[in-house]
């Protein structure tokens, strides 16, 4: 089997819209998450300090999706014109038809069983549209909610990572990985 690459197209669940970003999206992107501390408290990145953080940001994902091999999904709720969050394939190593997956959603719509719906949609789609036999996600040892996500989602723990990195605190974060085969499904 091989890798077929058709870049981030528009999945629908019963509830969602997984979607393209657009620029238009840059204030509801700033307000409901980037610029939210709590959000980004696991997260690499962020919180942003000004929209024009966050609509830089989007700017790059649109170029990006010139290019067949880029997965990056707006979440939006049905019948609501806004996105609440994202969901991304973060790192492709495609010659092992493996990739990692990571999200986050604005606080508001935490609880609600949004992730884990779009998790299970995009795992869907590596798996059978493009052809990826392995997809992993990782999450800080502190954050049980996203790991929650994960397990909800049909994906099973394989290992810790120590010391992975620094937290925004100055503290070291540990890293549970999982992972979800194509034969799982
Ligand atoms: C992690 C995150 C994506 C979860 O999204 P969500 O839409 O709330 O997820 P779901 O509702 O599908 O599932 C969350 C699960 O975690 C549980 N949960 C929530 N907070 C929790 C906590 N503090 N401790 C333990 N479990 C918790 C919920 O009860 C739910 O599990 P359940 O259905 O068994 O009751 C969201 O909280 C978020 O965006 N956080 C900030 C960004 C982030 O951490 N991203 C992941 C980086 S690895």
Redesign the pocket.
């Known amino acids: 089997m091989l890798i077929r690459h058709q870049g981030t197209n528009t999945i629908e669940t019963m509830r969602l819209v997984l979607r393209r970003f657009k620029l238009e999206d840059a204030e509801d992107m700033f307000y409901n998450?980037a610029s939210d501390p709590?959000?980004?408290?696991?997260?690499l990145w962020g919180p942003h300090n000004e929209v024009e953080v966050t609509r830089k940001r989007i700017k790059n994902w649109i170029s990006n999706y010139e290019m067949n091999n880029s997965y990056v999904w707006a979440i939006e709720l049905k019948g609501r014109n806004m996105v609440v969050?994202s969901i991304s394939v973060e790192i492709t190593n495609d010659s092992s038809m493996t990739c990692e997956v990571?999200?986050?959603?604005?606080?508001l719509?935490?609880?609600?069983?949004?992730?884990?719906?779009?998790?299970r949609a995009i795992l869907h789609y590596l798996f059978y549209e493009i052809g990826y036999q392995r997809i992993l996600?990782?999450?800080?040892i502190l954050?049980?909610?996203?790991?929650?996500?994960m397990?909800?989602a049909g994906m099973h723990f394989i290992k810790f990572e120590y010391h992975v990195g620094l937290r925004r605190d100055g503290s070291y974060y540990d890293l549970a990985v999982y992972m979800k085969n194509y034969t799982d499904e």
Do not use: P
């Open positions: 998450w709590e959000v980004c408290k696991f997260l969050g990571g999200y986050c959603i604005g606080k719509y935490w609880s609600r069983g949004i992730m884990t719906e779009a998790l996600a990782k999450h800080d954050n049980v909610a996203s790991g929650r996500v397990q909800k």
